[in-house]
């Protein structure tokens, strides 16, 4: 049994994991996943078990800010924080192990996660990554030593997910050699920027940058805003966003400039200058392109984001799985209450999520290789760049919402005790929240992933030539690439051989799986590609109704595409494990993350007759049997994330339903 | 056009409604949205307009409790809360219009809500309806006039959905003639107590009554559990419940009792008494319909969390469709920006879920009628009280669901700004999270819904006899019953002409929604019925695994019937309709309701071949038109929920969004 509720002393220590000697080895899944920046987790996870860093509820906004604002300084007396940045500024540029011990502060509070975000991985990230020499020497170690609290002021009220047409101008004055900053109406305020209501003193201002009565686009500005004291600077004004519904230790606010000088050499250079004499340059001609590029530093958030949010997933699992397996309610067939986690609804609740998670955190630990290989120069092309955009949008999408849907689960599973403070569901849920909607928006992000879905289609029929398109197409859309897979109706009958166990077993086919899971994206897409492709004579209004006609459904394919990729990723990890038994539970886990991704898609499948019914049914069926198989592994799965109880820092993980059971069942036997 | 953002300066009253002379009447579909208590609702809401009333976002726990306190008396001076209570307390009886004056406090604060609900709704209305003349004497009046706060203390730590199983004891000492309170170990602490950590002074405590040696079941006692001064009296303890995720205006908090002496005629005697000498004696003989009589009185809770829930999401959407009509991003085809809403995205997210908030209004005026009927005597049996606490069940677990759904989804697609607690989301959720557990967690409500599909079932075999019940079963399992109502695949193929516009105005006729959404309970429950009936030398843990095995199922099955309730209700709404436009506009809406009702449950539908596939296909091709359809009357729509600016109280639900709009299409044109 996996929890001894009996005695109620059992602790995450103490208890023996389920398996045996021949059993599978939790510690090497542990292991597999921390993933490939181990020890940098680790030292990360040390550090956020320092009450100093936690969140206390019993602040109201202003203190809250205040106390993150001094945990920054915690933060920063510990190193950590100048890992990504080069050698000179104390690190040691590594890109990816910063994003790791960064995820890792959600445990202990998300809003120290997130002005550590604004602070280190925007404002001085920009400077790093958008300035040049000239701004690392200037501006660089201050933002790094927290002796500059910044913004990094992109976003407008005016506009949020089209940054292109923000409307904040910073025009050329060659006669002083000067930009003059502007916010020309109440929408170009600069708005929801973390650190601008109180602690910045300057901020990287993106504005349209006009020279010699021209528009280059977007440009990022350092510009002073406050002086020392923390008034503004003239012609610099501001308010306070206010209290939000989390994430209350930020300090969003608002900015807006009149006519506010700064030097021309405050111009962030790397990827467009102006010249004394106002002449405009770029090592990027196309101004689209460049814009693309300057934004694209803005991936790192979207990393950090997906495995932040996933690691709230973890924790809200984690309590409530220790609770579901001391918790007990209603008498069973012999009298004595049953354990929570002993109903099958219980465990479909928490099980298929906590599979979910197990997804994704291994799609997190490839992204963030993806994102090392990039931003260190290992590997940093045209397309590795616009691969790892593409793979950072899907997963963001996929793990914030995820984790969101874990956490309200948790909570309701928790019933009473899942809506007190102490055991923090609800708290996680206000502060993960707004990941689904900043950094890209999950809607937005899944459009674009879904507009280069069609793309790289195009291309594909493109370069097969006249023929060859029209096999592809005809593949995709009657199937016949689908019955080269064994997956029509009737080639999946002979392939189950007609029964039910033989669809059961096919569906635990990896192979089956990913045919299954690829054909629906693959399908969707080849569905709506004819439809958007312009026709001779095809207005703009028309193309644009056309586009709007098939949003939904490419929205949905890009959320099929991201779940597959998730699921390649955790086939990767079944298969580097060579422990028998450890590699049987994993496959198990993972099938039950590829079976309830196909169950919610069933109605897909079966209109274009791309499961069989008797497939299909078999996969309900499948799904309910393996969780009931995955339900004795449940707390040495969600322990295997390696949290500790000052992680969890829940009253009802720490083993106190299972004392009170305890002295229940002893007083009334 | 719905909304001119031009000029920014449209409010609710100066808008032109769609659709002109000859279109739908939105003051007709207004009156019909307000229900039966037209009048008592309207002052409600006319009640929650006071500042007075309104949540702070500033406050920390103590002092937004006082505040909620303070408020209570605010209510009582009004003297709607004396509304269902008899003549002789200043009421008028009138139990369904105090259900509504109660369901739209949410717009002021759900805590204020909930902190009435418990002193009047549950402790209040305790002492009424389990109490008799002597309790109403001595204890009613203080407790309607705010003389004496008090608790309902029925869960305890151990044990929420599982009431029978209290652990806290009542035991009767004739020498004394005086009830003994004990809660005998730490499990069977009152918790999530309603006023127990500050105000309450006494509670109506549920315990395990044993007199003369036995047990005789839950029963309800008035405990004084303070003194004025407010300091625990001798033998009572407890503490607080600390912060929650919500609710925060609300005092909950736990207590324990040891040797705790009430006199005799402290037990609420309605449903049992103790006679000097022990003796216990009751109007109902079997201690488990006793039991189940006693706890009807909280399906009152149930049907006001229902409407309550259904408030929020009304809020909700009417400031996310405000901000969605005037918030513009990403240029469209001529080059100027698109408003959210023209989105098909957007409108799909928004409107499938307005027109859920409209079958759950139509649906919870029926229950309130039902609730009404039953609790004035007017048409009080156990038939009416048993169907009326299945109604409640179901649709309380699918309103509450629904509402959170609706805000999440509503402050996603409000983006950043739907994160700011000055437009409301956050905070709407956090506080209607509970909703979801408390007063029946919504998985227990549907799984007792789902037994009684059951008992329902073998009841009509057992009536039908041997033949007429093999006549059942096959009608059900082999689809008969359902070819009968012309839905099988071939029959369908035949009614809809085989065309794709055949199936849509098909699927557009009530009687084949109704028979499709009725087939979806109906097929569920003659799948499971044959697994769970009993047989011959069946162990109890086996029939036990066998009913896990379908748990899910049955739950779903639940959730079905739910929205079949909410479908016809609806329906009835149009049937009532006198006026064309207006009527096809609102069955365009309840056909939005019933097709995404269907569309979510495709893969179920075609696995038994209960679609065909071309119907099937049909579902999404005319939800998305449908939704399209409604879209220009989408503010329509939800302004006819009748709230004000000062009910929704949202920055963005003001115009500001538009005006600014205005400002920046006039500054860059």
Known sequence: MAVDSMTGTTTTEARTPTGGADGPDFERIRTGLLGSWRDIRLAARARTLDPALHRRDDLLVADHRARVTAQLQVLLDS?????????????????????????ELVTADPSLQIKAGVQWGLFAAAILHLGTRYHHDHFLADAIELQTFGGFAMTETGHGSDVASIATTATYDPAAQEFVIDTPFRAAWKDYIGNAAVDARAAVVFAQLITQGERQGVHAFFVPIRDEAGAFLPGVGGEDDGPKSGLNGVDNG?????????????????????APDGTYSSPIASQGRRFFTMLGTLVQGRVSLAGAANTGAKVALQIALTYAEQRRQFAGADGREEVLLDYPRHQRRLLTRLAGVYAATYAQDELLLDFHRVFTGEHDTDESRQELENFAAAHKAESTWHALDTIQECREACGGAGFLAENRFGQLHADLDVYATFEGDNTVLLQLVGKRLLTQYGKRLKSAGRAGSAR??????????????????????????????????????????????????????????????????????ELAARFGEHQHALIEAARAEARLRQWKAFTRAVERETHA???????????????????????????????SVSRAKA?????????????????????????????????????????????AIAATR
Chains 1, 2 share one sequence.
């Open 79 to 103: 190193g950590a924080v100048r890992l990504p940045f080069p050698e000179a500024f104390g690190g040691t540029g590594d890109a990816g192990g910063n994003l790791v011990a960064f995820e």
């Open 254 to 274: 608002r900015l807006h400039f009149s006519a506010v000088r700064v030097p021309r050499t405050n111009l962030l250079n790397r990827y467009g200058d102006v």
């Open 472 to 541: 592809i197409v005809a593949g995709q859309l009657v199937g016949s690439a689908a019955a080269s897979a064994g997956l029509t109706a009737l080639a999946q009958r002979v392939a189950d051989g007609g029964t039910a166990a033989g669809a059961s077993r096919s569906l635990r086919d990896p192979a089956v799986q990913e045919a299954i899971l690829t054909e629906r994206v693959a399908v969707a897409v080849a569905e709506i590609a004819p439809a958007l492709r312009s026709r001779p004579g095809a207005s703009a209004a």
């Open 581 to 611: 038994p450890t590699k049987a539970v994993l496959a198990l886990v993972r099938d039950v993350f590829a079976l309830q991704t196909i169950e919610r898609e069933l109605g897909w499948y079966l209109v274009r007759r791309r499961l």
């Open 619 to 663: 996969v309900t069926r499948l799904l309910d049997s393996l969780v009931r198989r995955m339900r004795p592994h449940a707390l040495d799965l969600v322990e295997a994330f390696g949290y500790e109880q000052g992680h969890l820092r829940a009253a009802i993980s720490s083993g106190a339903e299972g004392r009170r059971q305890a002295e």
